[in-house]
């Protein structure tokens, strides 16, 4: 061990002795950003700098798991992401298939997909599919894994599936128009059932949401973080949680 690395360590160690663990969020969405940028900036390619930011996956959620979060939204691939050219989109999807089944072999954490499978290749949509099954039992941290994701695009499934629930239950216009509430379109989102985010990370510098859990994240705390994703260290991550718990969510009161 370089001295560095020893600097590094004790001063992780003294942020997370000073660390408020009753003021831990319950939920926290990670935007997974920079990964090309950092690959460029080490003389990589794309391909390494996906598969370098999704081996930093597991170590998020060994942190995680040092602490009382209880979900992680991993934000791994946008609906926007399909307009990047093939020869990098399919090697990517490759590396988030190979991430989705460590999760679920790791045996630890409760996989569940966010996104539209209708836009995945059939590939793809079957290892979802199969990790989900898989982990259903599992008591640990729920893993949602974004993959086909648009905040926007969610909102318009939701609204598409209350739509059809109630077409099929026989229900008027003018009697859905009356009972339709946030509740009601929150519980046809894709998250249905599980706290909104606390805080939403984003790594890489960028200070913009991009359309992640726009529905969501209206009452969210926000944490952008410098470094590309990477390079994102457990000493990062536990800033973000110091910062966290040093603010005082109103809610608008």
Not at 219 to 232: D, G, I, K, R, T
Request: charged fraction near 25%.
């Amino acid at each position: 061990m370089n001295l560095r690395d020893l600097v590094y360590r004790l001063y992780a160690r003294r942020v997370e002795g000073r660390l408020d663990h009753d003021q831990v969020p319950k939920h926290i969405g990670v935007i997974l950003d920079g990964n090309r940028r950092w690959a460029k900036a080490s003389g990589g390619t794309a391909e390494q700098g996906h598969q370098a930011g999704a081996s930093k996956i597991l170590e998020l959620l060994g942190w995680c798991s040092e602490t009382d979060v209880q979900v992680v939204t991993l934000w791994m691939l946008s609906t926007d992401n399909f307009d990047r050219p093939e020869n990098e989109l399919g090697p990517l999807l490759g590396i988030i298939e190979n991430t989705v089944r460590q999760l679920a072999a790791d045996g630890r954490w409760q996989v569940h997909h966010v996104g539209t499978l209708d836009l995945l290749p059939a590939r793809t949509q079957t290892v979802l599919k199969e990790a989900e099954q898989a982990t259903l039992g599992n008591k640990g941290i729920l893993v949602n894994v974004a993959v086909g994701y648009g905040g926007r695009q969610e909102i318009a499934d939701a609204v598409r599936s209350l739509l059809l629930d109630h077409a099929s239950k026989g229900t008027s216009f003018e009697e859905l128009a009356e009972i339709v509430d946030t509740d009601l379109i929150s519980s046809h989102l894709y998250t249905r059932g599980q706290p909104d985010p606390d805080l939403v990370i984003r790594t890489s510098g960028e200070q913009r949401l991009s359309g992640f859990m726009l529905w969501q994240s209206a009452h969210s705390e926000y944490y952008f973080c410098e470094v590309f994703w990477p390079a994102f260290r457990k000493v990062d991550f536990l800033r973000a949680l110091r910062d966290y718990a040093a603010r005082h969510r109103r809610y608008g009161t």
